[in-house]
């Protein structure tokens, strides 16, 4: 008689008596593949994420650095003016932009994209700002995209 794969030769019929987790060795196998499968799909997953964290923050790095090249070289600032160059990733597209704050404007926001060329694209004012109803001509780094 075949039992799971198994073959089994009595000469007394006690091994129908046994247990039925004798008779189980294919749903053990099965539940370990399974557990294997399980294991290996988190792992892909965890990779997966990890690759991605990688692949937004050196994409990131990448934008910050465009944009201080542009503001240097390109613009003629000086490091000194410049207080803080921040690659951000959002929802919408493009997903990864560049924040930047000069040191004489700290509640003013620029935004870049540093895609193909780096150009500023928009600004955003910090809430003191607002309530003073300041325009954008009368922001002092504020390049309009044409």
């Given at each position: 008689m075949r039992v799971a794969g198994y073959i089994r030769v009595s000469t007394n019929k006690e091994w129908q008596k046994e247990s039925?987790?004798?008779?189980?060795?294919?749903?053990?196998?099965?539940?370990?593949?399974?557990?294997?499968?399980?294991?290996?799909?988190?792992?892909?997953?965890?990779?997966?994420?990890?690759?991605?964290?990688?692949?937004?923050q050196t994409t990131k790095t990448i934008y910050e650095k465009r944009v201080t090249n542009y503001l240097?070289?390109?613009q003629g600032y000086e490091k000194k003016e410049i207080k803080s160059v921040e690659?951000?990733?959002?929802i919408k597209l493009p997903q990864v932009y560049t924040i930047v704050?000069?040191?004489?404007?700290?509640?003013?926001?620029?935004?870049?994209?540093?895609?193909?060329e780096v150009v500023?694209?928009?600004?955003?004012?910090?809430?003191?700002?607002?309530?003073?109803?300041?325009?954008?001509?009368?922001?002092k780094h504020y390049v309009p995209y044409e």
């Open positions: 039925p987790e004798m008779f189980n060795v294919r749903g053990d196998t099965l539940n370990k593949l399974i557990k294997i499968m399980l294991i290996f799909l988190i792992v892909l997953i965890f990779v997966f994420v990890l690759v991605l964290f990688v692949k937004v240097l070289n390109e690659g951000e990733w959002g704050v000069f040191k004489d404007e700290p509640l003013v926001k620029y935004i870049y994209f540093a895609h193909d500023q694209v928009n600004y955003i004012l910090s809430e003191e700002l607002k309530k003073s109803n300041i325009d954008s001509y009368k922001l």
